[in-house]
């Protein structure tokens, strides 16, 4: 019975383990995507691959493919107004992080930072910036990576910008992980109060 029970609670941690991966869906190698479906309102989704363009993302050093510069609409960026960029994943994943390119907090322009928005299965808006002005410079590329406070479970992602008119981004890449699935929680927590009680017992 002690040999089962360490066996169901081996088989569950690795289940919760497995379900729990992380994986990364690179939009700078469009021919990766799988599942993940992209399309746009307000112009062609496009991902400029001219060497000029792909130079910037090879430069951020964030270990992308760099075969684009990402996905956009109409000038291979989604631009301030009504543009909206829409990913879906293909089914729900907890989204952890999503990152960019192009954006730049114009330091230079007057201090107007651009920013890329989003929201998660038409949740709470996301707004990623460089920060305030400071004078500091901005990445290569314009890299950016937002990660969020707490992964949100989603399947469809819609990027939009609409807080600076000077605003325009491209997506890169975008951080996910499964979702645990309750039944493989659950066999866990049985198998664990089961291994508690037979050592208690042989205690």
């Known amino acids: 019975m ?3 029970l360490k066996h169901t609670v081996a088989v569950a941690l690795t289940m919760a383990s497995a379900a729990v991966m992380a994986s990364h869906i690179d939009l700078t190698d469009p021919a990766s995507l799988g599942a993940v479906s ?23 050093g964030a270990g992308l ?4 510069d990402g996905v956009g609409i109409g000038d291979d960026e989604v631009t301030f107004g009504r543009e909206v960029l829409t990913v879906d994943l293909g089914k729900a994943y907890r989204v ?26 038409g949740g709470s808006i996301f707004d990623a910036f460089r920060g305030a002005a400071d004078g500091s410079g901005d990445s290569i590329g314009g890299y950016l990576m937002f990660s969020l406070s707490q992964p949100v479970v989603g399947q469809t992602l819609r990027f939009f910008t609409t807080s600076n ?5 491209s ?33």
């Open 2 to 4: 002690f040999n089962y």
């Open 38 to 60: 992209v399309s746009a309102f307000g112009g062609n989704v496009t991902s400029n691959t001219s060497a000029s363009e792909r130079s910037g993302c090879v430069a951020a």
């Open 65 to 68: 493919a760099c075969l684009g």
């Open 96 to 121: 952890n992080s999503v990152e960019f390119l192009d954006v730049f907090n114009n330091a230079n322009e007057g201090g107007k930072s651009e920013h890329a928005q989003f929201s998660i299965d």
């Open 165 to 169: 008119a000077r605003s325009d981004f």
């Open 171 to 203: 997506v890169a890449r975008i951080s996910v992980s499964e979702v645990p699935l309750p039944g493989t929680l659950g066999l866990l927590g049985l198998g664990l109060v089961g291994l508690g009680a037979v050592r208690k017992k042989h205690a």
